[in-house]
């Protein structure tokens, strides 16, 4: 079955815990990009690639990292969680000229 | 100002009823444009591109004006199961390369029995 798969699904940590939210696409996908969703702010783009060793930064890239050394993989980095990073994070995948079909969902609270 | 702006709604409406939502979009380099459906707590989903000639999937009908910048989806005889958040999404990016989506905050529509 085609998919992105995120994990984790939901995650509770502390303020300065690094941690990884790990993505996933079996489509061969070149473009892959992460979402963070927000109350009353909709969708913001993090960062996306555009393939292997190609990243840049989305809207909102403060405080995260990413990296994509294989192609089928997107990791979301978290070098020193803090609490404005609390949110719903989505990963997403496509080929050109197309839309993304997003994974599910990481609900992200850090305390 | 946002760079795609839409309606928060709710729009309530009852089942088969026609049902409009709109959209307007700042940046006129927009190269590409789609509507999205979220259900609540899940991941969007994409429902149709949306073509400048206008385009047709069954009961829905997207449309696009770009001397004006603005997107529309039309959806007919509306049923239950259309009850979501439509998002309004435009691609940012150049050359047709989908890697800058800028997402509306959404439309809320809830069909009523």
């Known amino acids: 079955e085609a998919q992105v798969t995120q994990n984790p699904r939901y995650l509770i940590t502390v303020t300065g815990k690094k941690l990884t939210v790990t993505c996933s696409q079996n489509m061969n996908h070149e473009y892959m990009s992460w979402y963070r969703q927000d109350p009353g702010l909709g969708l913001r783009q993090i960062y996306y690639s555009m393939n292997v060793e190609v990243t840049d930064k989305g809207d909102v890239p403060e405080g995260y990292k990413v990296s994509r050394k294989e192609k089928r993989n997107f990791p979301l980095i978290l070098e020193s969680p803090s609490p404005n990073q609390t949110s719903l994070y989505f990963c997403?995948?496509?080929?050109?000229?197309?839309?993304?079909?997003f994974g599910s969902g990481t609900r992200l609270t850090v305390v | 100002r946002k760079e795609v702006e839409q309606d928060p709604g709710p729009f309530n409406v009852p089942e088969g009823a026609t049902v409009a939502f709109n959209c307007t979009y700042s940046n006129s380099a927009s190269q590409s444009f789609f509507w999205y459906r979220q259900d609540c707590r899940k991941e969007p989903k994409l429902l149709m591109s949306v073509y400048s000639s206008g385009n047709e999937d069954g009961r829905f009908t997207a449309q696009l004006n770009r001397a004006s910048q603005y997107i529309s989806l039309l959806i007919r005889d509306s049923k239950l199961s259309d009850s979501a958040t439509y998002l309004c999404?435009?691609?940012?990016?150049?050359?047709?390369?989908?890697?800058?989506?800028?997402f509306g905050t959404g439309t809320l529509l809830a069909v009523q029995p």
């Open positions: 997403a995948s496509s080929t050109s000229n197309y839309g993304y079909t």
């Open positions: 999404v435009v691609n940012r990016g150049y050359g047709g390369a989908t890697n800058k989506l800028i």
